[in-house]
T-cell receptor
Framework: KNQVEQSPQSLIILEGKNCTLQ??????????LRWYKQDTGRGPVSLTI?????NTKSNGRYTATLDADTKQSSLHITASQLSDSASYIC???????????FGDGTTLTVKP | GAGVSQSPSNKVTEKGKDVELRCDPI?????LYWYRQSLGQGLEFLIY????????KSGLPSDRFSAERTGGSVSTLTIQRTQQEDSAVYLC??????????????FGQGTRLTVV
């Protein structure tokens, strides 16, 4: 069964600090991996997408990395802001179906 | 509209009643997805429509759940004889192509269903 596991489940950091969220997956064969940000009460919004051949992708203060050999991805947030408080969801899509597998997400709380 | 629109935004229903949730995808998007998100949990896939192909219903939790997509656009998710465990946020997403090709899926705001 294709799985996507995220860690930690929740994280609390102080404003201005950096943090790294992890995503391990077993989805195969792999097509692409997305990180979504979901604010409370809203639908997820895409932050980055990476395909098999990409190792890193940045979007402002968000940097995602991908190691396709170990099937691991990370999302690094630098100089955190209060508005970064949200759930971050890792989504992996296989090549043989249009159906993606979602991780349970990491809930990030940024405190002043 | 500019984004995926879902209605109603909130729905409270009595146990045993039927409910219909509506999703208006972004115009021109051929792929449409329904997900369910229980409080504090991740997204659970329900059903996937792609163009004129037969929908992937593998995520529907029981035969009380059904969905249709008329004219390749608007979709309706129907839950019959609702149970308390059906309480969740139901999210709809659409994409220009299947996300296997790397296309981003855009999500609606969701419908929060509460079964009392």
């Amino acid at each position: 069964k294709n799985q996507v596991e995220q860690s930690p489940q929740s994280l609390i950091i102080l404003e201005g600090k950096n943090c790294t969220l992890q995503c391990n997956y077993t989805v195969s064969p792999f097509s692409n991996l997305r990180w979504y940000k979901q604010d409370t009460g809203r639908g997820p919004v895409s932050l980055t997408i990476m395909t098999f051949s990409e190792n890193t992708k940045s979007n402002g203060r968000y940097t995602a990395t991908l190691d396709a050999d170990t099937k691991q991805s990370s999302l690094h947030i630098t100089a955190s802001q209060l508005s970064d408080s949200a759930s971050y969801i890792c989504v992996v899509t296989p090549t043989n179906a249009g159906k993606s597998t979602f991780g349970d997400g990491t809930t990030l709380t940024v405190k002043p | 509209g500019a984004g995926v629109s879902q209605s109603p935004s909130n729905k409270v229903t009595e146990k045993g009643k039927d409910v219909e949730l509506r999703c208006d995808p972004i115009s021109g998007h051929t792929a449409l997805y329904w997900y369910r998100q229980s409080l504090g949990q991740g997204l659970e896939f329900l059903i996937y429509f792609q163009g004129n192909s037969a929908p992937d219903k593998s995520g529907l939790p029981s035969d009380r759940f059904s969905a249709e997509r008329t004219g390749g656009s608007v979709s309706t998710l129907t839950i019959q004889r609702t149970q308390q465990e059906d309480s969740a946020v139901y999210l709809c997403a659409s994409s220009l192509e299947p996300t296997v090709r790397g296309t981003e899926a855009f999500f609606g705001q969701g419908t929060r269903l509460t079964v009392v």
